[in-house]
């Protein structure tokens, strides 16, 4: 697994605007320049629960001025730069949500669901004794329960890394365990399609726990069999090495499962962006 080059979009990526990632933007933008990847969506973290990381991290005007500055220096030198957002999703702030972006306008956004405050998957040691008893399923229903909300609300282009929970609990659910278990995903997924939410192909398993990507070929073709028709491809990088980073091997997922284009939005109406044929993919 590498960096992938000559692709149109990697649409899921932290600056050191995100209390996670210590990366300037101006680092994304050259290695996109020389790996010919044509358009960035930058996503920093917007926490709503002053427990979370980025709950009040870096202001809107500060990451809106950065990802505009970047993008205009940027123009001339083949690298589209978007100014999107990752909102933390929790059915407790889903309104807090609806009224920030009411009031504060993205090219492009992700929700996406964390190991909020207070469940089961923030404390590894108390994850240990809780998992106890619990078959897979029950394992990851108070996770689904917030993802299916996400899915729902219908406030967001994409819904970020659907079973990032797989991350969560890799050390007692191993992974691919649940892409056998279809029951976990499909109202979650009838939700996407329902809502118009994209569904967001996030590589960035491939570097973690669970070795696979956040979901895997086998739930991208399920939701494409119950009408998904919208999907987007990011590599969620939160370190300059990993820009990029399994993004191919998301695209070729999304074109084998029969999709053409990503979904995405450039602020106003969503637009699409064809998945390059011919490299043997479909
Ligand atoms: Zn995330
Ligand atoms: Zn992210």
Same mark, same amino acid.
């Given at each position: 697994m590498t960096q992938s080059s000559n692709l149109p979009l990697d649409s899921h990526l932290h600056t050191d605007l995100s209390p996670d990632s210590d990366v300037p933007i101006d680092v994304y933008a050259?290695?996109? $320049?020389?790996?010919g990847i044509a358009e960035i969506a930058?996503?920093?973290?917007?926490?709503?629960? /002053? /427990?979370?990381?980025?709950?009040r991290f870096a202001s809107f005007g500060d990451r809106e001025r950065v990802a505009r500055e970047a993008a205009e220096r940027w123009a001339g030198r083949g690298v589209a730069i978007r100014f999107g957002v990752e909102l933390t999703y929790n059915r407790t702030w889903e309104d807090e949500i609806r009224a920030h972006l009411a009031h504060h306008t993205?090219?492009?956004?992700?929700?996406?669901?964390?190991?909020?405050?207070?469940?089961?998957?923030?404390?590894?040691?108390?994850?240990?004794?809780?998992v106890s008893g619990r078959s897979d399923a029950e394992i990851v229903e108070p996770y689904v329960a917030e993802i299916l909300g996400a899915a729902r609300s219908g406030l967001f282009d994409a819904l970020g890394h659907l079973d990032v929970v797989k991350k969560y609990v890799a050390r007692h659910v191993p992974a691919g365990r649940l892409g056998e278990a279809?029951?976990?995903?499909?109202?979650v997924l009838r939700a996407l399609v329902e809502s118009g939410t994209a569904l967001e192909m996030n590589t960035s398993g491939l570097r973690q726990a669970p070795g696979e990507t956040y979901p895997t070929a086998a739930v991208v073709a399920m939701f494409r069999d119950l009408?998904?028709?919208?999907?987007?491809?990011?590599?969620?990088a939160h370190r300059a090495e990993t820009?990029?980073?399994?993004?191919?091997?998301?695209? /070729?997922?999304?074109?084998?499962?029969?999709?053409?284009?990503? $979904?995405? /939005?450039?602020?106003?109406? #969503?637009?699409?962006?064809?998945? #390059?044929?011919?490299?043997?993919?479909?």
């Open positions: 050259a290695q996109a $320049a020389e790996r930058i996503t920093d973290h917007v926490d709503f629960d /002053r /427990r979370d990381p980025a709950y993205y090219d492009f956004t992700i929700g996406s669901v964390h190991d909020w405050p207070g469940s089961p998957y923030r404390d590894p040691q108390g994850l240990a004794a809780w279809p029951e976990v995903y499909e109202a009408g998904g028709t919208t999907v987007t491809a990011g590599s969620d820009f990029a980073f399994g993004l191919e091997d998301g695209y /070729r997922i999304l074109a084998e499962a029969g999709f053409e284009e990503l $979904a995405f /939005r450039r602020g106003g109406g #969503p637009v699409a962006v064809p998945i #390059p044929s011919g490299r043997g993919w479909s």
